[in-house]
């Protein structure tokens, strides 16, 4: 008799590491992004407005009248000599420290840098610290390993080192921290200098590998910077970049800088996975970079998210009850809304029949809290629609759930 391919027989299939609940976070929150009837903070998308694509189209036409060869190939593991090159003049510059060749990898995005992370250090039951709330990617990733995550809080000064120093005297053991010091996502915080020096103190001291992502790191609103955790422990931190948010998400492109150790084991992760990040991505990123592209269009960017987050928080002053508490981002794309003994995923689906689209704060912890707290992303969202949608969310936020 043939075998059925009914779910049971799909579930006996699939490999054991895919059968614990991943979720599926990312898609629904992208799934909120395509109706154009609502008014969305739910995803965490650049503003198109942002992409240079004159200079990206006069720059593909530029790649074929010169007969360019490098752009439309395979390229090196690691990445392109000239790539990798301006990504290391752009760390010193930006962070006071250069990687050496072998301290840095290029990858197709920074979910393939956590994706070789996991692959090449975790393995069944190994203990993860993320900061709570913390990234869904990061959450979905880690998680696919089949690790053990353990959340410690932050605050609004980042992680809370203390926190995490009581917890390590208390016997936490980790393998990996994961933390985004820079305009967080979720939270829109970022870490303080001293925090930073204690938290790479800890690493040295117990022995566990710091996962620095810094994705919005660039996005500071003043366009100044904190000391990077891999700038003070290049020895022990593992720092994950990408261009997303700074040049454009459409070619994934991204790095990692650490400890050769580190890298190299990623380098040999990511023979298996893509072989190479798209050479196509990686050399519109040097040219971009070495013509000034990039720093131009950061300047524009910063005044862009920083006009939408003004315009966002004086929204939030007007629309939100007493009780509401938010954070102050002073850069990135996000706000963290809490609301005193509110359910989040029961409003989140009552603003959307409103209109308004917001990630509810439970996809963001490892351990279901977040019941309070709700997501609000400013950086796709129409300017001129910001104050209707925070407005609408308001009213959803004072109308009590129908009991029935
Ligand atoms: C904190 C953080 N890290 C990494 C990423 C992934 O970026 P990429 O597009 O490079 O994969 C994102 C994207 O939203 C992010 O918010």
Not at 141 to 164: H, K, M, P, Y
Request: glycine share 10%; charged share 25%; aromatic share 8%.
């Amino acid at each position: 008799m043939a075998l059925v391919f009914d779910s049971a027989r799909w579930e006996t299939l699939a490999a054991m590491r895919t059968r614990g609940d991943v979720g599926d976070g990312i898609a629904s929150v992208l799934a909120l992004l395509g109706r154009p009837d609502v008014i969305s903070f739910a995803g965490g998308f650049p503003d198109p407005d942002t992409f240079p694509r004159e200079r990206i189209a006069s720059l593909l036409q530029e790649f074929a009248a010169t007969g360019e060869s490098t752009a439309f190939q395979y390229a090196p593991t690691r990445g392109l000599a000239g790539a990798l090159d301006v990504l290391a003049d752009r760390l010193e510059r930006d962070q006071g420290r250069r990687p050496a060749d072998d301290e840095l990898v290029i990858t197709s995005g920074g979910i393939e840098a956590l994706e070789l992370i996991g692959k090449s250090f975790l393995d069944t039951g190994d203990v993860v610290v993320v900061e709570a709330p913390t990234y869904l990617g990061a959450i979905q990733s880690f998680r696919s390993f089949e690790s053990d995550l353990v959340a410690v809080v932050l605050d609004d000064n980042g992680l809370d080192v203390a926190e995490l120093e009581q917890r390590l005297a208390d016997g936490l053991r980790p393998k990996l921290l994961y933390t985004i010091p820079d305009h967080q996502n979720p939270a829109g915080v970022s870490l303080t200098a001293d925090r930073r020096d204690a938290l790479v103190g800890l690493a040295r001291h117990y022995g566990f590998l710091v996962v620095e992502d810094v994705a919005y790191r660039e996005l500071g609103f003043a366009g100044d910077s904190l000391p990077s955790l891999w700038s003070i422990g290049p020895d022990i931190v593992v720092q994950v970049g990408t261009t997303s948010k700074t040049l454009f998400p459409g070619v994934r492109h991204g790095w990692a800088a650490g400890p050769a150790e580190a890298i190299d084991r990623l380098v040999a992760a990511k023979q298996v996975t893509d072989q190479c990040t798209g050479a196509l991505g990686q050399r519109l990123f040097e040219e971009a970079a070495r013509r000034g592209w990039i720093d131009d269009q950061l300047v524009r960017s910063r005044a862009l998210y920083r006009r939408k987050s003004e315009r966002m928080l004086a929204a939030l002053e007007r629309s939100m009850p007493e009780s509401a508490r938010w954070t102050l981002p002073r850069g990135g794309f996000f706000s963290w809304l809490t609301l005193p003994r509110v359910d989040a995923v029961e409003l989140t689906g009552r603003a959307i029949e409103q209109g308004v689209a917001v990630v509810p704060g439970t996809l963001f912890f490892p351990d279901g809290r977040g019941t309070e707290s709700l997501r609000l992303s400013f950086s796709l969202v129409d300017e001129d629609k910001i104050d209707d949608g925070i407005a609408r969310l308001g009213s959803v936020v004072k109308t009590e759930p129908s009991s029935t």
